[in-house]
Structures are given as C-alpha cells and as structure tokens.
C-alpha cells in the first residue's frame, strides 16, 4: 500500500502563487509517475501536470506556463509551482502516483482557492 500526503494548498488571491508538495510513503519498488490533477465543484477532475520517472513532463493546456512540475530531493516526492493563479483554477488538487508498474493511488486532495 502507498500512502500520499499533500500539502500548500490555501487561500491566494487572483495573480499570485502557490506551490503544492507531496510525498508518498508505503511498500514502493518503483514509481513511474507522479503528477497532480484537480476538480472543480460540479466538475470532473482533470489532469494538471505529470512527471515520469524519466523526467518527462505533461501538462494540462488551461495550465501551461503557468505551472512547473518538479521531483524533490527527497524520494518519492513531487510539487508543483504554480504561478499567476485565476479565479477558475479553484478546485481540489489531488497528488496521484503510480507505483510499482500498474497501481495509481491518491492523495486526500487539497484545497486551492483563488479569489478575484
């Protein structure tokens, strides 16, 4: 079992920055990828930005240039910059990784709130 633990989400106002971590703990061999996605109220949730094991990179359209996703020093853990935030980037972020060749696990989410 892998455990996800987010953390840096908050209350920011509209052009400011956040930035959001995550660290996985648990029986891990491997991890592929890890990355964040998010959801809106009334919406499903989406895809931010993703990091390989290689270090390569995906991001959602809505999201780039504004956010950069990047390995910690730290095994298995990730964060995510985020930069001139929107009003409609308010959601739920969820740290998601997969690990051990085939099995995705979450994070309880986190709270991100931009106000206008």
């Known amino acids: 079992q892998v455990q996800l633990v987010e953390s840096g989400g908050g209350l920011v106002q509209a052009g400011e920055s956040l930035r959001l971590s995550c660290a996985a703990s648990?029986?891990?061999?491997?991890?592929?990828?890890m990355g964040w996605y998010r959801q809106a109220p009334g919406k499903q949730r989406e895809l931010v930005a993703l990091i390989s094991s290689s270090g390569s990179t995906n991001y959602a359209d809505s999201m780039k240039g504004r956010v950069t996703i990047s390995r910690g020093n730290a095994k298995a853990t990730v964060h995510l910059e985020m930069n001139n935030l929107k009003p409609e980037d308010t959601a739920v972020y969820y740290c998601?990784?997969?690990?051990?060749?085939?099995?995705?696990?979450w994070g309880q989410g986190t709270q991100v709130t931009v106000s206008s």
């Open positions: 998601y990784c997969l690990a051990n060749g085939k099995y995705g696990y």
């Open positions: 648990g029986i891990i061999f491997s991890i592929n990828a």
